[in-house]
């Protein structure tokens, strides 16, 4: 990396707001990408190609976050929660995690600055579920493929005040994931 010599004479302070700047900085970017989709081709058009990148950017933001930290594959629970703490949205948004039973746990996004600045400008809640639901089921299926992912609540969807999405993380057992892949083929 060119500019380590750089960023190593630099505060921890000053790495963390570094870090902050490049987290929002990937989101301006995201937002822009996405209403300039939107002003040529459609909101339709606009969400089905956005769904399709985060399908893929999903997956390589969980390899180098597992990378860095030493996850292993297969880590279920606390490998999840551990990586979710690292996305770049955890830098920008308020989140939160909670522990349901041993296999299962919520995640919610109290705070998210798209959402918060749409509600700023008068406009409706941005209707992210449909990359929401490729974004974050891939994202806890490339830390462990057990996992599946369902939605309690995201844009469109009614949501509480207190949280703008929220998914639910279950770990299957090989009895369930074997039921799961014979659905799969049978249905």
């Given at each position: 990396?060119?500019?380590?010599?750089?960023?190593?004479?630099?505060?921890q302070?000053?790495?963390?707001?570094?870090?902050?700047?490049?987290?929002?900085?990937?989101l301006?970017?995201?937002?822009?990408?996405?209403?300039a989709?939107?002003?040529?081709?459609?909101?339709?058009?606009?969400?089905?190609?956005?769904?399709?990148?985060?399908?893929?950017?999903?997956?390589?933001?969980?390899?180098?976050?597992?990378?860095?930290?030493?996850?292993?594959?297969?880590?279920?629970?606390?490998?999840?929660?551990?990586?979710?703490?690292?996305?770049?949205?955890?830098?920008?948004?308020?989140?939160?995690?909670?522990?349901?039973?041993?296999?299962?746990?919520?995640?919610?996004?109290?705070?998210?600055?798209?959402?918060?600045?749409?509600?700023?400008?008068?406009?409706?809640?941005?209707?992210?579920k449909?990359?929401?639901?490729?974004?974050?089921?891939?994202?806890?299926?490339?830390?462990?493929?057990?996992?599946?992912?369902?939605?309690?609540?995201?844009?469109?969807?009614?949501?509480?005040?207190?949280?703008?999405?929220?998914?639910?993380?279950?770990?299957?057992?090989?009895?369930?994931?074997?039921?799961?892949?014979?659905?799969?083929?049978?249905?």
């Amino acid at each position: 990396m060119p500019n380590r010599d750089l960023l190593r004479q630099l505060s921890q302070d000053e790495l963390i707001g570094l870090l902050e700047d490049a987290a929002k900085n990937w989101l301006a970017h995201d937002g822009l990408w996405f209403l300039a989709a939107e002003e040529k081709f459609g909101m339709e058009t606009a969400i089905e190609v956005d769904r399709r990148a985060w399908e893929k950017f999903t997956v390589v933001e969980a390899r180098r976050i597992m990378r860095r930290l030493g996850i292993e594959p297969g880590g279920g629970i606390p490998a999840l929660k551990k990586a979710l703490q690292y996305r770049l949205y955890a830098y920008l948004n308020v989140q939160e995690t909670l522990d349901v039973d041993e296999r299962t746990i919520l995640f919610r996004m109290n705070d998210c600055r798209v959402q918060a600045a749409r509600k700023r400008k008068g406009l409706p809640d941005f209707p992210c579920k449909p990359v929401g639901l490729v974004e974050y089921g891939n994202f806890a299926r490339t830390i462990d493929p057990r996992f599946r992912t369902r939605c309690i609540a995201c844009p469109p969807d009614p949501h509480p005040e207190e949280y703008w999405c929220a998914w639910e993380f279950t770990l299957l057992t090989e009895e369930e994931d074997a039921s799961d892949v014979e659905a799969d083929h049978n249905g």
